[in-house]
Nanobody, 118 residues
Framework: QVELVESGGGLVQPGGSLRLSCAAS????????MAWYRQAPRKERELVAT???????MYADSVKGRFTISRDNANKTVYLQMNSLKPEDTAVYYC????????????WGQGTQVTVST
């Protein structure tokens, strides 16, 4: 059974930092990409950052220069370092993993809440 578990969310003041982690378990093979999405209340889920098997990274314009995505060598854990946080970063953050082993597969974590407020 494949499972992705996010952690590291919480309440932080504007300008502060958090590091999110997503740990994968179960039969996950041939990872093509790992990514972070977020969804604010009453808004559509949006892509925040991705990292592929060649360690190439992509960021949404709204987080460039502030967030950094990374992963371990085994593609078992993906991280999101979040600096200079703003109130508009408040959302539930979701981990996403895309694989190809026999067939294409996509997996989602349960989400972790990030709240940026004074």
């Amino acid at each position: 059974q494949v499972e992705l578990v996010e952690s590291g969310g919480g309440l932080v003041q504007p300008g502060g930092s958090l590091r999110l982690s997503c740990a994968a378990s179960g039969p996950i093979y041939r990872v093509n990409s790992m990514a972070w999405y977020r969804q604010a209340p009453r808004k559509e889920r949006e892509l925040v950052a991705t990292i592929n098997s060649d360690f190439n990274k992509m960021y949404a314009d709204s987080v460039k220069g502030r967030f950094t995505i990374s992963r371990d060598n085994a593609n078992k854990t993906v991280y999101l370092q979040m600096n200079s946080l703003k109130p508009e970063d408040t959302a539930v953050y979701y981990c996403n993993v895309k694989t190809y082993y026999i067939t294409r597969n996509e997996y989602w974590g349960q989400g972790t809440q990030v709240t940026v407020s004074t």
